[in-house]
């Protein structure tokens, strides 16, 4: 009766041991729950910064590519305004020598135009190439915006 009896407590004492034990095992995987939360809080966090980081990146390429734009954009203009003073200069003196020449001077007169309009004409494709990278800089500059 008595073996029956330790045998008893120590399975009462077995099966309060098994509840804490549950008891703790519940507590620590709430636990390592909650843990899990605050690292997926931090990893979420680590993200918004990184792309606060890049759209920082971004914008700062953004205004780099703007004042780029802008050099680019007065420099065309520049050579489209010096282009049109030549153009309005070569017209100028076409009409001086054809009434001013007589025939002998003209063929020179003509060469030198010709040389003349040459030299215009390289002017106006340095302009529109120059147009030409503006628009590239202009698109480049619409992908990073959109990108953003």
């Known amino acids: 009766e008595k073996q029956l009896e330790q045998k008893s407590l120590e399975a ?5 041991l098994n509840t804490d034990l549950q008891a703790q095992i519940k507590k620590y995987k709430d636990e390592i ?19 606060q980081k890049e759209i920082k990146r971004l914008g ?3 205004s780099m590519k703007n004042k ?5 954009a007065d420099k065309a ?3 489209l ?3 049109t003073k030549v153009t309005e200069e070569l017209e100028q003196a076409q009409a001086k020598l054809r009434e001013m020449a007589p025939k ?11 040389s003349l309009t040459n030299h215009a004409l390289s002017k106006a494709k340095e302009a529109k190439e120059l147009e030409a990278q503006l628009a590239n800089l202009r698109s480049e500059l619409q992908k990073v915006k959109s990108e953003r």
């Open 12 to 16: 009462s004492s077995m099966k309060n």
């Open 81 to 83: 305004d010096q282009l």
């Open 77 to 79: 203009k520049e050579y």
């Open 33 to 51: 729950d909650r843990l899990n939360e605050t690292v997926k809080k931090a990893r979420a966090t680590e993200e918004v910064l990184a792309a």
């Open 104 to 114: 002998s001077e003209l063929n020179s007169a003509k060469s030198e135009i010709q």
């Open 68 to 72: 780029q734009l802008a050099v680019e």
């Open 60 to 62: 700062t390429e953004l």
